[in-house]
């Protein structure tokens, strides 16, 4: 045994790997482990830590989908998973891109934008793509058709309703971005645009985003959504995007089936034509 100052030293022997030099402070009984088995021991430790962690942040992100109502099928369309192969699809997604890359400028102003065209065209998964992009930042998102969103507000009117009319409204205002699917496609009458007008001109109020979606032409879009809605949605650069070419589904590029966690999750404006002018 050798001491110096404070400190006693002693040759060790680990039955793995073989004689160490030991050490302990004076007086004190309690000898260090061999340092190869310790290095192995904090090794493993932080690897159980960091498994643990992953695991949590896993299901952070599983528990933000589902209050973001994104629905299963969509859960794994990214912006990178989408195929753009002409130049209207390349100007779609490139602002897709740039919404969700400055999404806190968005938040700022309320810049809203509406994507028009034909079914299957790629509309729900570049706004799924911004969805989850900005969730993956740390902000809200929430994905919903038209017609359940209205149907929600509707439902508060029973008596037995779990939420009130406020409560229905409010959920739907809160997030910091909104998506509403299949604008247009339902009935049309006085009480369901009442309903949606109470929705976006609230959000308007609040300089909170809107991305709305639909198969219809623009023409028809403005004209269910009414003059008022509209005009709020030309405002701060809002944009209509036109999805004008062929179908591609069963094309949507290779893509984990269910959805790995963002590296960054945690919780310049674009330029160009005004709203309807389109992107082609």
Request: hydrophobic share 35%.
């Amino acid at each position: 045994m050798k001491i110096t100052n404070d400190t006693q030293t002693r040759i060790a022997k680990c039955d793995q790997h073989g004689e160490y030099t030991s050490t302990a402070l004076l007086g004190v009984p309690l000898w260090s482990r061999c340092p190869k088995c310790s290095a192995i021991l904090e090794a493993e430790r932080r690897e159980a830590q960091q498994k643990a962690e992953q695991e949590q942040r896993q299901r952070a992100w599983h528990k933000a989908l589902d209050r973001a109502g994104i629905p299963p099928r969509f859960e794994n369309r990214t912006l990178d998973s989408y195929r753009a192969d002409g130049d209207g699809q390349q100007k779609a997604l490139t602002f897709a891109r740039e919404y969700a890359r400055q999404f806190d400028d968005v938040l700022r102003t309320g810049r809203s934008a509406v994507f028009v065209g034909k079914p299957g065209t790629g509309k729900t998964h570049l706004a799924v793509g911004i969805a989850l992009d900005v969730l993956a930042k740390g902000h809200t998102a929430l994905f919903s058709t038209t017609y359940a969103a209205i149907r929600r507000v509707k439902a508060t009117w029973s008596r037995d309703a779990e939420e009130t009319e406020q409560q229905a409204i409010d959920a739907l205002v809160a997030p910091d971005l909104l998506i509403l699917d299949e604008v247009g496609v339902q009935f049309g009458s006085e009480t369901e645009k009442l309903i949606l007008f109470d929705i976006l001109n609230t959000r308007y109020e609040n300089r909170l985003p809107v991305l709305l979606l639909s198969n219809l032409p623009t023409s028809e879009v403005m004209a269910y959504l009414g003059q008022r809605i509209a005009d709020r949605l030309r405002e701060d650069g809002g944009r209509v995007i036109t999805f004008d070419w062929s179908s591609a589904r069963g094309q949507i590029a290779e893509a984990p089936s269910v959805p790995s966690v963002p590296p960054e999750f945690h919780g310049r404006p674009m330029t160009g034509n005004p709203l309807f002018d389109g992107c082609d």
